[in-house]
């Protein structure tokens, strides 16, 4: 089944272009057939920008399956000193988030990927709206790979909604790190902390 989190570059190419306002900030993010929520930027996204925004997220971050990179870009606005980076499987995607980190002229090193585990260094932060249309044994493997990658007492966010796997994914979680604790909660999306 081909979906978002797949290699779509053989769609029909349709780019929109639309503003995107958080906490007094504009960005302009370019979109287009065959990337996740390509009308605006989906509220999971929003909740667990919402909930992180400010807190501290360390010297180096990724955005992990960042699609057009929303997430990425807003973080960095708000955190210039960290490190963004993002990770994508799908090549449209990829090409969308160097051109919106343009656009938004945020520094952020943009990986065609589909193993994080081969990026060269770990991250103190990484971040995931995971592809739930991926299917389980994909977003678990995703866990895995994100607890590899990260620095010590680093942390992984994910959002995700209790209709969608939320108590599933708590639970997969609960094996891979000492510490899950949700810290957001808004319109049924559940904002997930794990760490060591």
Request: charge should be negative; aromatic fraction near 10%.
């Amino acid at each position: 089944m081909n979906h978002y989190y797949t290699d779509n570059s053989e769609l029909n190419s349709e780019r929109k272009e639309f503003t995107y306002y958080f906490d007094n900030e504009v960005f302009r993010f370019t979109t287009d057939n065959g990337v996740f929520s390509k009308n605006n930027v989906d509220y999971g996204s929003y909740i667990l920008v919402k909930t992180i925004y400010l807190k501290d997220l360390g010297k180096s971050l990724l955005d992990l399956g960042s699609g057009y990179g929303p997430i990425g870009i807003i973080l960095k606005r708000f955190h210039p000193e960290t490190d963004v980076e993002m990770a994508e499987v799908n090549p449209r995607a990829v090409e969308l988030s160097i051109l919106n980190n343009s656009v938004n002229k945020t520094d952020i090193k943009v990986h065609l990927c589909d193993d994080i585990t081969t990026l060269p260094h770990r991250f103190d932060t990484i971040v995931l709206n995971p592809p739930i249309r991926a299917g389980k044994a994909v977003i678990y493997d995703l866990y895995a790979r994100s607890k590899e990658m990260l620095n010590e007492h680093g942390h992984l966010y994910i959002v995700i909604r209790k209709a969608q796997g939320a108590g599933s994914s708590i639970r997969e979680l609960e094996t891979l790190f000492s510490e899950v604790e949700i810290i957001g909660r808004d319109s049924g999306y559940l904002v997930i902390d794990s760490h060591n």
